[in-house]
C-alpha cells in the first residue's frame, strides 16, 4: 500500500470510526485535519519536522484522535486539557524524564494505553 492509498484509506475510515471505544465512557472525537500553521507550531515546538509520513496523516487526515487504541493524539492540548494529552507534551514529558537513552527525535505518536507508545 502506498502512502496515498493509506490516507485515502483513513480519510474514509475516521469519517465513520475514527478509532474503537477503549471503555464504556470513552467517545472518539474526530477532529479536522491540522493547518499548515499549527504543524509548524509543533515542529518548532519540538525541534525538528515530523517524519513525512505523520505530517501527511495530520494535514490530510486528522489533528489526532484516529488510529489503533487510544490512537495518535492531537499535536497541542485542546484548552483545558493536560500536557500529556497531546503529540507536543508527551514529547515534552519524555525528554523531561531522567532517561540517558531517550533520544531527542523519538517521537511517542500513538498511545496503545498503560505507557505503551508507538514512536
Do not use: N
Amino acid at each position: 500500500m502506498t502512502d496515498d492509498q493509506l490516507i485515502a484509506r483513513l480519510q474514509i475510515r475516521v469519517k465513520s470510526a475514527p478509532r474503537a471505544r477503549m471503555f464504556e465512557a470513552d467517545r472518539p472525537v474526530t477532529r479536522a485535519p491540522a493547518t499548515a500553521a499549527k504543524i509548524r507550531a509543533a515542529e518548532k515546538a519540538l525541534g525538528f519536522a515530523l517524519p513525512p509520513l505523520l505530517r501527511r496523516l495530520y494535514a490530510e487526515v486528522a489533528d489526532g484522535g484516529f488510529g489503533p487504541s487510544y490512537g495518535i493524539h492531537p499535536l497541542h492540548p485542546e484548552r483545558g486539557q493536560p500536557k500529556d494529552s497531546s503529540l507536543v507534551g508527551i514529547y515534552e514529558i519524555m525528554r523531561e524524564a531522567p532517561a540517558d537513552d531517550w533520544s531527542q527525535e523519538l517521537l511517542p505518536f500513538c498511545d496503545w494505553g498503560c505507557y505503551i507508545w508507538s514512536c
